[in-house]
């Protein structure tokens, strides 16, 4: 029966829009959402590209161009962001302001940002499911599927950080590239070019992408069929191509500001691009000075060494495996699972075809080991760029532009490996669903906060992963309605410990950071312990999870060197209960 399937993927794509709207009308702004927002809402109202330079402006025009025409929010103190050198993060103070000017209305900017997101994330998993050409079309609907329901595109989809954004643009590249490779016409080399400059715009974790790109459309072609010098030369000229065209997208994105600026100009500021650039002080960019001036800040970034905490330990330095293990603490259980499958149903037909030659293999085949070698290659390249950067390891989500080549990997493997047995390939698909839907419906609405059920699950006292992918303040909302349900029992002291980018004006929150010689009981462990179930606490702890574990704590008064040391061990305690998973409550007796 055909309606089978379509009625699938109608629940797929409804369930996924639920999820993300839900989370962006309930979950308050994340981390740096208050700067995006209102740095957005700026560069489309001045034309200026120097607002939040940390990335190119294509992810803020599409929110701050809905919030502008519905609402032209009120923004004090406008500046010059392009004449502000790199390091010059003002946005924030920015989005504070503009946040206080628009008390009455702030969410529902936040709740019409997210929403254009919303419906581009949801959108780009139809090219996955419809897009691709038919002998992929089965590898096309298991990426679909694992994409729809991946915790960190449900968890990320909804915020105003361009990472959700950058893996649709990665899903737009690759099928459009597949499509051209196929058939090699101008118009569609055009339309890659132009998919290329969007992506530059949109994140610029592209730029070493696009480096890499050509290793990945040579294994390619080596697995579809025999190679040639020429078709070398070919490849290489048309992606030269595709990057002059998108050079000009991209300038266009920066409305042609600051064009083809003397480097000397750019004033960078952090180690590696002042290196770079210096025996090319005189030349003149090729790029918009505000694109080189974001890379040049996000330099900056990751030369601070920020400090890692990953499966209960502290590392100064970030261990190699960091972004790996991290991905996998952050994906479902059916994405770990394909991965291993990757490994398992190709390995015996690249031995054959390594052995016997591309030619033994049946065509559709080939298509599809070609699919599997690009995107692994691709990725783990990709992969192996982030981990060689000791001084950061944060934000697992800058690897979302290799989410969708892993996704297709997945489902290439899996069509190998089901390759004419029709009923094993169904009996997969319904596993596959069903451990996707205890998932989806189990971690609803806490997708943000998702950790792999092999590294301990979301509501583990020790969590196996803090950065930002874990927790930024996204269930402030929700502490607050908590409070108002659930006041302190008479004779107990209640203290609240978060951090927020929120004014404190705003939150309804009694924020009170507790005493020095309470945290030394907590460090303690030292909680009393209760007469009988039902006694009274003397005092009550809540903590709101955030960047390196925990830092609202490290703001109690009088906190020296041995209190931090000791604060470290803090998220092996176990809290008498967990509101939602970064919402933990101590009770002591």
């Not at 715009?201 to 480096?211: G, R």
């Not at 025996?279 to 890379?295: A, C, K, M, N, T």
């Not at 900056?300 to 920020?306: M, R």
Request: net charge positive; charged share 15%; hydrophobic share 50%.
């Amino acid at each position: 029966m055909q309606w089978k399937p379509e009625l699938l993927w109608a629940i797929a794509f409804s369930a996924s829009a639920f999820a993300l709207c839900w989370q962006a009308f309930t979950r308050a702004p994340v981390g740096d959402e208050v700067a995006h927002l209102y740095s957005s809402v700026a560069m489309v109202r001045t034309g200026d590209p120097g607002y939040d330079r940390g990335n190119p402006p294509l992810p803020q025009i599409i929110s701050g161009a809905f919030v502008e025409a519905l609402f032209h929010p009120s923004i004090p103190r406008l500046y010059d962001a392009s004449a502000m050198p790199s390091g010059s993060r003002l946005e924030y103070r920015l989005g504070v302001d503009a946040i206080l000017e628009n008390a009455q209305e702030y969410r529902w900017h936040f709740f019409l940002g997210r929403l254009a997101r919303v419906a581009i994330v949801v959108f780009s998993g139809s090219f996955l499911l419809w897009g691709l050409p038919r002998v992929l079309r089965t590898a096309g609907r298991v990426a679909a599927l694992l994409y729809l329901s991946s915790p960190l595109v449900l968890g990320h989809g909804w915020t105003l950080m361009p990472d959700a954004l950058a893996g649709c643009m990665m899903i737009v590249l690759i099928v459009l590239s597949i499509h051209w490779l196929k058939i090699r016409r101008l118009p569609r080399s055009i339309l890659v070019g132009l998919a290329w400059g969007a992506a530059f715009s949109t994140k610029f974790t592209f730029l070493p992408i696009y480096l890499f790109w050509p290793i990945g459309l040579l294994a390619h072609e080596a697995a579809i069929s025999h190679f040639s010098a020429k078709k070398v030369v070919w490849l290489l000229g048309s992606h030269m191509l595709h990057g002059g065209i998108a050079l000009l997208v991209v300038h266009w994105v920066y409305g042609f500001h600051q064009p083809f600026a003397i480097l000397e100009q750019h004033h960078f500021q952090s180690a590696r691009f002042k290196h770079l650039t210096q025996p090319f002080e005189d030349w003149r960019s090729p790029f918009p000075q505000q694109f080189l001036v974001g890379i040049d800040e996000q330099q900056l970034e990751i030369e601070k060494c920020y400090p890692t905490y990953i499966l209960g330990r502290h590392y100064e330095v970030a261990p190699w495996w960091y972004y790996l293990i991290g991905l996998l603490c952050k994906e479902q259980m059916a994405t770990v699972v394909g991965s291993i499958l990757v490994v398992v149903a190709v390995a015996p037909v690249m031995r054959c075809a390594i052995f016997q030659g591309c030619k033994s293999i049946h065509p559709a085949k080939r298509q599809l080991v070609a699919l599997v070698a690009m995107s692994a290659i691709i990725t783990l390249l990709v992969l192996a760029l982030f981990s060689s950067h000791r001084t950061m390891a944060l934000n697992i989500r800058y690897l979302f532009p290799i989410l969708p080549l892993g996704y297709l990997a997945i489902g290439a493997a899996v069509h190998l490996a089901t390759w004419g047995r029709r009923y094993v390939r169904f009996s997969g698909y319904t596993v596959v669903v069903f451990l996707i839907t205890i998932e989806v419906t189990s971690t609803f609405p806490h997708y943000y906060a998702y950790i792999n059920p092999l590294f301990g699950g979301s509501y583990a006292a020790t969590p196996a992963l803090h950065d930002t992918n874990f927790d930024s303040g996204q269930d402030l909302w929700y502490l607050e309605k908590w409070i108002a349900r659930n006041p302190p029992q008479p004779g107990t002291e209640r203290f609240i410990c978060i951090d927020a980018d929120i004014p404190e004006e705003l939150i309804q929150l009694d924020q009170r950071l507790p005493p020095t010689d309470l945290m030394m009981r907590l460090l303690r462990q030292d909680f009393g312990k209760p007469d009988h179930p039902d006694a009274t606490p003397s005092a009550e702890l809540i903590v709101m999870r955030c960047l390196q574990v925990p830092a609202p704590w490290s703001k109690v008064n009088h906190a020296g060197p041995e209190f931090h040391t000791w604060l470290r061990e803090s998220a092996t305690i176990a809290p008498h209960f967990f509101i939602t998973p970064t919402l933990a409550v101590y009770r002591f007796y």
